[in-house]
């Protein structure tokens, strides 16, 4: 289903514009840049914005230091996030200072001092901490209604009430468990799996094999919206590009179900947006 709405138009032109700008950084000189970096399961995500918080320059690398949500290779995510960030400023000609970062919701006491120590270790001010549903909304400006960030891991919910966020929660099903069926089904190793369930092509054929999954995680998410009344369902994250997905969610759980044109770099732009100059 695609919403109308203006939020929607503003987040699918912030994520074309940073689609372009990840080819094509714009080379126009910043009085300051904005960095959001996005830890995720399968993928790291940089998303660099200017002094206006529009997309300059970006960079993602598959990478497997995070598993449910909480780092597990410590030294590997300061070595990736350095490298991406060394990359960009290659591009820009010019330092990153500032960033911020997120965390799925429910793991602050837990990883929220890992996350910050990564990104301080990677060369960055880290100026902003939250968790990754608020941060996507950022982008997605949503009013009322669940945003549920759907990553290698885990799935964040948050509701939202008149803008505000009134409930979070972090539920450990994801992408993960995606690539585990796939494996299964095609006697693949869980690498094999997990880049067969990227390409686009095979999307048509997997949804079949994954609607047991995609109904768990449905079941899942319908617990917390019915006891907060939601009325409309908003998916990120990098599992939620799977065609069809929002289909089989907004059939199981009986409410509208929305995505935006890509969903993988809705939250790391929120996160960029949510970034100050102001150090934690």
């Known amino acids: 289903m695609k919403p109308v709405n203006s939020a929607f138009q503003y987040c699918n032109q912030l994520v074309a514009d940073f689609e372009k700008v990840i ?4 080379l126009k000189k910043s009085s300051v840049y904005y960095t959001g970096v996005d830890l995720g399961t399968a993928y790291i995500v940089l998303a660099v914005l200017d002094e206006n918080y529009q997309p300059v320059a970006g960079a993602y690398r598959f990478a ?17 996030v350095k490298e991406l960030k060394q990359e960009v400023e290659q591009k820009l000609g010019t330092e990153l200072v500032y960033a911020a970062a997120a965390l799925p919701p429910g793991t602050f006491t ?10 301080e270790g990677a060369g960055f001010e880290i100026t902003n901490l939250l968790d990754e549903p608020s ?3 950022a982008a997605l400006k949503i009013k009322d209604g669940a945003i549920v960030d759907i990553g290698g891991g885990t799935t964040g919910i948050a509701i939202l009430k008149d803008g505000k966020v009134v409930y979070v929660v972090d539920e450990p099903t994801g992408g993960t468990h995606f690539s585990l069926v796939i494996a299964g089904a095609y006697k693949m190793s869980f690498n094999d799996a997990d880049q067969y369930k990227r390409d686009f092509k095979n999307h048509r054929e997997l949804l079949p094999v994954l609607r ?5 995680v449905s079941s899942i998410i319908g617990c917390h ?5 939601a009325k409309e369902i908003y998916l990120v994250g990098g599992t939620c590009c799977l065609q069809g997905i929002e289909d089989v969610i907004g059939k199981q759980t009986k409410l509208p179900t929305f995505k935006p044109q890509n969903p993988m770099f809705v939250t790391p732009l929120g996160i960029a947006l949510n970034c100050t100059q102001e150090i934690l």
């Open 23 to 26: 080819k094509k950084p714009i």
């Open 225 to 229: 919206v019915t006891e907060y009344q």
């Open 64 to 80: 497997s230091v995070v598993k449910d949500g909480m780092v597990v290779d410590y030294i590997g995510a300061i070595r990736i």
């Open 135 to 137: 941060a996507a909304n």
């Open 110 to 119: 837990l990883d929220s001092g890992a996350i910050k120590h990564v990104v």
């Open 212 to 216: 047991p999954v995609i109904e768990k």
